[in-house]
């Protein structure tokens, strides 16, 4: 069973910054592609960043090129969501996801960590 924790959520105000992390367990992490989805307030879940097994190639969700960034430490298991100048639009809950494959279809993510809430004050 494939597990997925997600960690480093809080209060940040805007302009600050934080870091996501995601830990997963229980099958081989290079054989996943991972991403970042959110889910605001009274809003639809929605993608936020993806990266492939070796870090090759990401993919940003307009709203947060150039401020966020998504790494990965295949060594650690781990994935990486560095948060930079965030705004109060980007408060809600963050989830990262594995996959087959890089993409932002979210119907198509095999695991889903249960997330962590990312709170922007102004």
């Known amino acids: 069973q494939v597990q997925l924790v997600e960690s480093g959520g809080g209060l940040v105000q805007a302009g600050g910054s934080l870091r996501l992390s995601c830990a997963v367990s229980?099958?081989?992490?290079?054989?996943?592609?991972m991403a970042w989805f959110r889910r605001a307030p009274g809003k639809e879940r929605e993608f936020v960043a993806a990266i492939n097994w070796n870090s090759a190639v990401t993919d940003y969700a307009d709203s947060v090129k150039g401020r966020f960034t998504i790494s990965r430490d295949n060594a650690k298991n781990t994935v990486y969501l560095q948060v930079n100048s965030p705004k109060p639009g980007d408060t809600a809950v963050y989830y990262c996801?594995?996959?087959?494959?890089?993409?932002?279809?979210?119907?198509?993510?095999?695991?889903w960590g249960k997330g962590t809430l990312v709170t922007v004050s102004s």
């Open positions: 996801a594995a996959g087959a494959v890089i993409t932002r279809n979210e119907n198509v993510m095999d695991y």
């Open positions: 229980g099958d081989t992490f290079m054989r996943y592609a």
